[in-house]
């Protein structure tokens, strides 16, 4: 309840049986103002250096101020805060939403704050581009976002509930990714035996998918990024 003028304000507790009386307590609580952030129009900056930021937030106190039924997400009941970034336009990010004491994996759980997470470029009107929310309570929320224009953009970190696990603490981390050298076959990297046995080290977070086998090479899950080896055998 947010009172519009100063006065007395009286409570009636009150019951719907004659019978009904019985002790009872009462606890009222002052809750925190607002964040500053509560709204897209006055979302926080982020701050980046070498290509990446992070930022800390807290819902507990923040309000529902934009209720988004598109961008693929079906309720965006919850509290919400709001972050802008800059992006260039050609590169690609990673937008990630870890909860307080969140996990990447692990066992499902209906425990925790379950954010959820949409990327704007516009506030007025309401231009979503991305929405993400595709994991089980206190689970991290991922995507990659090629930006097609250079500007600002507003990240909105939101939930589907109005109850405990529609609120909490958490992190959100941006970072531009770079694309490996050998993301396509044709620039597959070269790996050299060396007695008889070569080794390597990859990451394909900055990949993109450039090849969807067929035919007898064709597999279940060949979706995802994909980098490319190189090797002479004999």
Do not use: H, W
Request: charged share 15%.
């Amino acid at each position: 309840f947010t009172p519009k003028t100063t006065q007395t304000y009286i409570i009636a507790v009150d019951n719907g049986l004659a019978s009904g009386s019985k002790p009872f307590s009462m606890r009222v609580t002052r809750l925190k103002a607002k964040p500053d952030n509560d709204t897209c129009a006055t979302a926080t900056s982020i701050p980046m250096s070498n290509g990446q930021g992070t930022i800390m937030g807290d819902t507990s106190t923040a309000t529902n101020a934009l209720s988004l039924g598109k961008c693929g997400l079906s309720s965006t009941l919850g509290p919400d805060l709001f972050y802008s970034v800059n992006f260039t336009a050609g590169k690609r990010y990673e937008i990630m939403v870890l909860p307080s004491q969140g996990k990447v994996s692990g066992t499902p759980s209906i425990q925790g704050f379950d954010p959820l997470f949409y990327l704007l470029s516009s506030c007025s009107p309401v231009s979503c581009k991305a929405g993400r929310n595709g994991t089980y309570n206190g689970y991290t929320e991922k995507l990659v976002y090629p930006a097609p224009k250079s500007g600002k953009y507003i990240i909105g970190v939101d939930s589907k509930s109005i109850y405990a696990q529609g609120k909490g603490r958490f992190m959100v981390r941006v970072r531009e990714l770079t694309t490996p050298t050998n993301d396509t076959c044709a620039k597959a990297a070269k790996l050299t035996l060396t007695a008889g046995v070569a080794q390597v080290s990859g990451d394909t977070s900055g990949a993109t998918m450039t090849m969807s086998p067929s035919g007898s090479c064709k597999g279940k899950g060949t979706t995802g990024p994909d980098l490319f080896y190189a090797l002479n055998l004999m």
